[in-house]
């Protein structure tokens, strides 16, 4: 177990259990699975590859994110974040949000 000292407020939590911040819900993004034609469409058509993506948004990494319910994908995290080569946008969909498990959508570069 951890300690978290955040404006004066000691929090207690256990390491890759999700963060919570007293103003708004951060989800932790532990691991990213990509199935196969997630990979070959982020490689072909976005040029990004599954460790770029991960070094971007994974692990505390990402400097946004925010929920979105589309009517025809569903919910989903979107997340703006930055690897060696510049920012990006990913989409994520929960696959087990209290392990910190999810699976990518897309990706692409935005600068």
Known sequence: MTMVVGQGVEVARRVGWPVASFSTME??????????????????????????????????????????????????????GSDAEGPMVVYLRPVDRRDGLWECLTAWRTG
């Open 27 to 80: 989800e932790w993004i532990g691991e990213i699975r990509f199935s196969q034609a997630v990979e070959d469409k982020l490689l072909m058509k976005h040029d990004l590859t599954p460790a770029q993506v991960k070094a971007a948004v994974a692990c505390g990494a990402h400097d946004w994110a925010r929920w979105d319910t589309h009517s025809i994908y569903g919910r989903r995290l979107i997340l703006g």
